[in-house]
């Protein structure tokens, strides 16, 4: 697609659930992001996927959280059991080559309520 | 370690008032460096990069220049308009392949 795709854009989900987010990355870029964005703060990395290797996933901030890619292509974030402090903008981002900057989708709104 | 220090906001301008945010780096090697702009419920967009010492990266009459001496990649307008309202971001690739470090973000106000 022209662009990165994530759904939904916005979800709200009760305390203990466990929620997917999906990213759908430009067609052809190898690699893919997903970072965190609390109110008022920064971005927060998360994990990071290039072509078939395994991913980086320093930035997980406990094991509730996991990501998987598929194909090379689109991509899944799962929280499970989820927390009030879970509640974020999740962000996706995919890019060719990194010295080109990446390009972010408009991401996914979290709240746990 | 790699981190971006940036100017904390927010900052409210009047219209054409001149711009200046703030970006400082710590970085092992030679980084590239990226502004990033978010407008009010959008997701992040690339406003401009350098990639080596001394190259200045512009867009849409933004500027920021990649001074290697002072660690330093600050963001200028010279004359700000109403659309310009929005949050930057300044990033840093440690070109390690991994993640990009961001700023907190500087909330940018610009009123008429």
């Known amino acids: 697609g022209a662009g990165v795709s994530q759904s939904p854009s916005n979800k709200v989900t009760e305390k203990g659930k466990d929620v997917e987010l999906r990213c759908d990355p430009i067609?052809?870029?190898?690699?893919l992001y997903w970072y965190r964005q609390s109110l008022g703060q920064g971005l927060e990395f998360l994990i990071y996927?290039?072509?078939?290797?395994?991913?980086?996933k320093s930035g997980l901030p406990s094991d509730r959280f996991s990501a998987e890619r598929t194909g090379g292509s689109v991509s899944t974030l799962t929280i499970q059991r989820t927390q009030q402090e879970d509640s974020a903008v999740y962000l996706c981002?995919?890019?060719?080559?990194?010295?080109?900057?990446?390009?972010f989708g408009s991401g996914t709104r979290l709240t746990i309520v | 370690g790699n981190s971006v220090t940036q100017m904390e906001g927010p900052v409210t301008l009047s219209e054409e008032a001149f711009l200046t945010i703030n970006c400082t780096y710590t970085?092992?090697?030679?980084?590239?460096l990226f502004w990033y702009v978010q407008y009010p419920g959008e997701g992040l967009q690339l406003l401009l990069k350098?990639?080596?010492?001394?190259d200045k990266g512009s867009n849409k009459g933004f500027e920021a220049t990649y001074r290697k001496e002072t660690t330093s990649f600050h963001l200028e307008k010279g004359s700000v308009q109403v659309s310009d309202s929005a949050v930057y971001f300044c990033?840093?690739?440690?070109?390690?392949?991994?993640?990009?470090?961001f700023g907190t973000g500087t909330s940018l106000t610009v009123i008429p």
């Open positions: 350098a990639t080596k010492a001394d």
């Open positions: 067609s052809g870029h190898t690699a």
């Open positions: 970085a092992t090697g030679y980084p590239s």
């Open positions: 990033a840093l690739d440690a070109n390690t392949g991994n993640q990009f470090y």
């Open positions: 996927f290039q072509g078939n290797s395994a991913p980086d």
């Open positions: 981002a995919s890019s060719p080559d990194s010295r080109w900057g990446y390009t």
